[in-house]
T-cell receptor
């Protein structure tokens, strides 16, 4: 069983739509939850980081963690063409950077 | 230069060649990482260095040989690779590798093609 499962998409939405990206994980010991964004020909960059359960908001982005169902989500409001990228979820048990990544979801926002 | 840089950005090599990938971080970090990113697969952690010591080697074949001469530089030496080794190789760094969460900063990657 993979540590993290992520729907690879691709996902296409019109500009202004609300986007929901999701991952599930297998080990309840994971405590750190990250979302990375990777533009074409670039390395991943950290978008959001959450410790334990709950929500975290940063501008148009909201990360949610539901530890009871081992489910993590990233919501993008008022999506923009510049949000077109691959979004990777990642989990970590101890914060020591033993990251387990999802396969990534490719998102295209159409103007 | 800022952040994490990697050279070369693209590399094509034959199965009998020897080549090296270079990573340099300009962030004053103490930990550095090599990842492999293949299509439709999760990022795979290959090696971790903390304070120039290798602290993790995730069952990577011996045809991949890392080197960390100082805390700012990381190399991945390649020899007798296989076509399935074709992938994007990403370098990352973080301030430390223990204690509370430390963000990893990634370089742009080296796109490797093995013929």
């Amino acid at each position: 069983q993979k540590e993290v499962e992520q729907d690879p998409g691709p996902l296409s939405v019109p500009e202004g739509a609300i986007v929901s990206l999701n991952c599930t994980y297998s080990n309840s010991a994971f405590q750190y939850f990250m979302w990375y964004r990777q533009y074409s020909r670039k390395g991943p960059e950290l978008l959001m980081y959450t410790y334990s359960s709950g929500n975290k908001e940063d501008g148009r982005f909201t990360a949610q963690v539901d530890k009871s169902s081992k489910y993590i989500s990233l919501f993008i409001r008022d999506s923009q063409p510049s949000d077109s990228a691959t979004y990777l979820c990642a989990v970590d048990q101890t914060g020591a950077n033993n990251l387990f990544f999802g396969t990534g979801t490719r998102l295209t926002v159409i103007p | 230069e800022t952040g994490v840089t990697q050279t070369p950005r693209h590399l094509v090599m034959g199965m009998t060649n020897k080549k090296s990938l270079k990573c340099e971080q300009h962030l004053g970090h103490n930990a550095m990482y090599w990842y492999k990113q293949s299509a439709k697969k999760p990022l795979e952690l290959m090696f971790v260095y903390s304070l120039e010591e290798r602290v993790e080697n995730n069952s990577v074949p011996s045809r991949f040989s890392p080197e960390c001469p100082n805390s700012s530089h990381l190399f991945l030496h390649l020899h007798t690779l296989q076509p399935e080794d074709s992938a994007l190789y990403l370098c990352a760094s973080s301030q430390d590798r223990a204690g509370s969460y430390n963000e990893q900063f990634f370089g742009p990657g080296t796109r490797l093609t093995v013929l």
